[in-house]
């Protein structure tokens, strides 16, 4: 089975374009046998500019999907998602919007993970929230165990490693919290530049990245958390 990963949060600036770029140069990097496609389906078209400057991807697409005037756009996507599927070495990543268009939401739900990148700040902390109960609703609904919920903790002052109100906040949620990404202003300069993950070498940062980058490896493609969540229905069943 190939793998589809979406970067989504209903709540704009959150990082999603930034960790979409620098995960996608990690799986270029490190996942090389895996056939890496990318698309940013946001009308601001962030990621598709930061890969296209980069010049080393060649699966990049963007086909933007709002709120309107996208059934095209939708249809091509969900067909790419499919087709990704059903091929073994495919991984599929996937840059959204800020809100929670339907359409999305539909997409979501063909993927494996969801990626969803948060600051500690509460002005971040409750739409996203609010972003992961629409999912989880519509998971429970489906008796889905997919797509797993990622939460990553993004741009974490340099000081600060405290993760408490952010894990409060979504305690009542069926979330995975990833190892955490500190906020660099190199990753924020590279916005106009994208050069991969190599510029910020020697950074806490870099180490960030890779270990990120592992995490999803063994959790996601390596199928950890699916067997986790297969053997949790084993025991409800059980009980
Ligand atoms: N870890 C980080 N360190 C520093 N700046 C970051 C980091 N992650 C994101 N940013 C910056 O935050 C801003 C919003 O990020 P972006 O990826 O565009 O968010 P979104 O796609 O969710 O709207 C950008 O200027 C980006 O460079
Ligand atoms: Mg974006």
């Known amino acids: 089975m190939g793998c589809a990963i979406m970067v989504a949060n209903m709540k704009g600036g959150v990082g999603k374009s930034t960790l979409t770029c620098y995960l996608a140069d990690y799986f270029r990097q ?3 046998k895996r056939n ?3 698309i940013d389906t946001d009308v601001q078209g ?9 010049g080393g991807f060649e699966n990049l697409r963007h086909l933007p999907i709002g709120d309107r005037y996208d059934a095209v756009n939708v249809v091509t996507v969900d067909t790419i ?3 990704h599927l059903s091929a073994a070495k495919d991984l599929l990543l996937i840059d959204t919007c800020a809100g929670k268009p339907d359409s999305i939401c539909q997409i979501a739900m063909m993927c494996h993970c969801l990626l969803v990148p948060v600051s500690i700040n509460w002005g971040d902390i409750r739409p996203t929230r609010d972003f992961i109960e629409e999912i989880q609703d519509r998971k429970d609904s489906s008796r889905a165990i997919t797509p797993h919920i990622i939460v990553v903790p993004n741009r974490i002052p340099y000081q600060q490693r405290d993760y408490s109100r ?3 906040a979504l305690s009542e949620l069926d ?3 990833a190892p955490g990404l500190s906020d660099l202003s190199i990753v924020r300069h590279q916005t106009e530049k994208f050069a991969g993950i190599d510029p910020t070498k020697g950074t806490r940062f870099y180490e960030e990245i890779i270990h990120f980058g592992n995490f999803i490896t063994e959790y996601i493609l390596g199928g950890k958390l699916d067997s986790i969540y297969a053997n949790n229905n084993v025991i ?3 009980r």
């Open 36 to 38: 890496l496609s990318l």
């Open 81 to 83: 998602v499919r087709n």
């Open 175 to 177: 979330v995975v919290i």
């Open 46 to 54: 962030s990621s598709f500019e930061m890969l296209e400057a980069d």
């Open 30 to 32: 490190y996942q090389k």
């Open 236 to 238: 409800e069943l059980r």
């Open 166 to 168: 952010l894990k409060d």
